[in-house]
């Protein structure tokens, strides 16, 4: 790696090395609250807490807890969107020693019985709208509690009474008694608990359960320890080289996904930041979001800033006080960073997008784009101790410098395993010559004599026409480079002759039709941009694309489409 590069400068303050405490997710946010009691911790529809009032807030729940029989080691699944409680939780179950397990509360009925019982969950936290699918699922689980919440838990003063008449007057309220019980009613359960609840635990300890499709596509837990997450969180905060206690970060990716859990709630916690909650997102919410709490740091995934593009209304908005604007989750293309970078630029930010790079078997973010600093088509470099090779696909031969192979990585982030799968976890994670345990992340890349990363897809999504590979980010890239379009999905379908064809699905800005001269000017723009092996066959114009519950584009639902059309023509 070249050591004069001129990125260097921005980097002068981040530091090529940390210090991890060995200690639980619990004790690095209570070692906050000493240092920022009374700033602000979080926002939750205008309720607010400081940090000396969370941690107790997170006692109060931890000698709940245990008062309900939660043990050391026991699983809890946490089916929240982005709300107080769901975060008190969170830290409650780490404080006393138990397993976190995150799961995105508008899966479905089935799924919910796998997170449930792979996990092996002794209890779960849900909101009262999300009861009847547990409901339903009740006698095929062994749950020994269920605690209902409403969003109301969330909320205080006025607020709070106001609720069940406005926002919440078609939500149905359960009848509880057994298992079943609500939220305020578990926690004063509490409140005559005497015995020690406070759980010592270390930094290899598993702390929480995130689910993904590792290498395969089929889903799996993955177990993730306390160093993991805190060593993420605070890699974040030194290569962010921007966060700053008491200033405010829009927490609107979930707090079930690795990059909400691990940007938008740790590393805000642990640097005494101000997180706006926000349980549920739309592009209208969004824009007051923006106007109402000014913040210093938005993170999301691409989509969520391709929202921000389509919001109206913004004339006027002052985006002057913007430190960061972190996308990740995702692969941001060069077009839509541009179209970001402008916009911002067009409302008084001084600063780009940067992109990160990361897996859920990583927390998330392993590398960013270095501040106030960016190559054309990198995802960054390395965060503090973090290190990347690219190999050979299906060896640990490493590549040289600009050539494209598997992306590996290593550092304190990696996951522990896959639960209840040694195989799977042994495809991922390899001992290599260095004796090194290195992640196998099933990414194509390539890296540069300067360090940075280039991400160019996932090996699973190549599409390989007429034995040429065609990576179909590439193919999106041009098709989002056209000034009338929004978005795009290029995927490969079978074909007798080629093995598989391109086809791209596409969506156009403002809503506008697709007439036949904007066909026609897409046409030629990807004739001229595009090589004609990896050129589309065919152009699909729709008002939008399916999305992932995390926002992504789901080209595996477009792929299954296309399938069935293909078999129902036979």
Not at 248 to 260: K, N, S, V
Not at 537 to 566: C, N, Q, S
Request: glycine share 8%.
């Amino acid at each position: 790696m070249t050591m004069n590069a001129p990125w260097l400068k921005y980097y002068e303050n981040v530091p090529k090395n940390l210090d991890y405490p060995d200690c639980s997710m619990s004790d690095l946010v209570f070692e906050t609250v000493k240092k920022h009691p009374d700033i602000i911790a979080y926002e939750f529809f205008g309720s607010k807490v400081t940090y000396k009032a969370f941690a107790a807030k997170i006692d109060e729940c931890a000698r709940a807890l245990a008062a309900a029989g939660i043990k050391t080691d026991d699983r809890v699944t946490i089916c929240m969107p982005n709300t107080p409680q769901a975060v008190i939780m969170f830290y409650a179950v780490n404080k006393i020693g138990a397993v976190a397990n995150m799961v995105h509360p508008l899966s479905a009925e089935e799924e919910i019985v796998f997170y449930i019982n792979s996990s092996k969950s002794a209890a779960a936290l849900t909101l009262d709208q999300f009861y009847p699918k547990f409901k339903s699922i009740a006698d095929r689980t062994a749950l020994k509690l269920l605690i209902l919440s409403g969003i109301d838990d969330g909320l205080d003063g006025l607020k709070k009474l106001a609720y069940p008449m406005t926002m919440g007057r078609k939500i149905k309220r359960t009848q509880t008694g057994g298992t079943i019980v609500r939220w305020a009613d578990f926690i004063k359960n509490g409140r005559e608990y005497q015995k020690s609840y406070d759980t010592l635990k270390k930094g290899d300890d598993i702390a929480a359960i995130l689910y993904s499709g590792g290498t395969t596509g089929t889903t799996k837990g993955i177990l993730l320890t306390n160093m993991n997450f805190n060593a993420l969180a605070m890699q974040t905060a030194a290569a962010g080289n921007c966060i700053t206690a008491g200033h405010i970060m829009l927490a609107i990716m979930p707090i079930f996904h690795g990059f909400g859990l691990g940007v938008c709630i740790h590393t805000m916690f642990i640097s005494g930041v101000t997180g706006i909650l926000v349980p549920q997102f739309s592009v209208a919410s969004y824009a007051e979001l923006l106007k109402k709490y000014k913040p210093h740091y938005i993170a999301g995934v691409p989509t969520l800033f391709e929202a921000l593009l389509r919001i109206e209304k913004l004339d006027g908005l002052d985006m002057s006080q913007l430190e960061g604007v972190f996308s990740g989750g995702d692969s941001l293309s060069v077009e839509l960073k541009n179209k970001v970078d402008t916009f911002l630029k067009a409302h008084g930010a001084k600063i780009q997008i940067r992109e990160g790079y990361g897996l859920t078997e990583s927390v998330t973010a392993s590398c960013l784009t270095p501040k106030d600093f960016h190559k054309e088509g990198s995802i960054g470099i390395p965060y503090p101790d973090m290190y990347f090779k690219i190999v050979k696909p299906g060896t640990q031969k490493t590549m040289p410098y600009g050539e494209v192979g598997e992306i590996c990585l290593t550092g304190p982030t990696l996951m522990k395993g896959y639960a209840g799968n040694p195989e799977e976890t042994a495809q991922a994670l390899q001992v290599h010559n260095d004796g090194q345990i290195w992640l196998h992340t099933g990414d194509l890349g390539a890296m540069d004599e300067e360090g940075f990363i280039y991400f160019r897809q996932r090996i699973k999504r190549m599409i390989i026409s007429s034995g040429y590979s065609i990576y179909p980010s590439q193919i999106e890239n041009v098709i989002d480079a056209h000034e009338k379009v929004l978005m795009s999905c290029a995927i490969g379908v079978p074909d007798p002759y080629k093995i598989h064809k391109v086809k791209a699905f596409v969506v156009l800005r403002d809503g506008a039709d697709a007439t036949d001269e904007i066909k026609a000017s897409i046409l030629e723009h990807c004739k001229k941009n595009i090589a004609k092996y990896a050129m589309p066959y065919a152009f699909e114009y729709r008002d939008a694309l399916p999305k992932t519950l995390v926002g992504k584009v789901a080209y595996t639902v477009l792929e299954k489409e296309e399938a069935e059309k293909m078999a129902s023509n036979l």
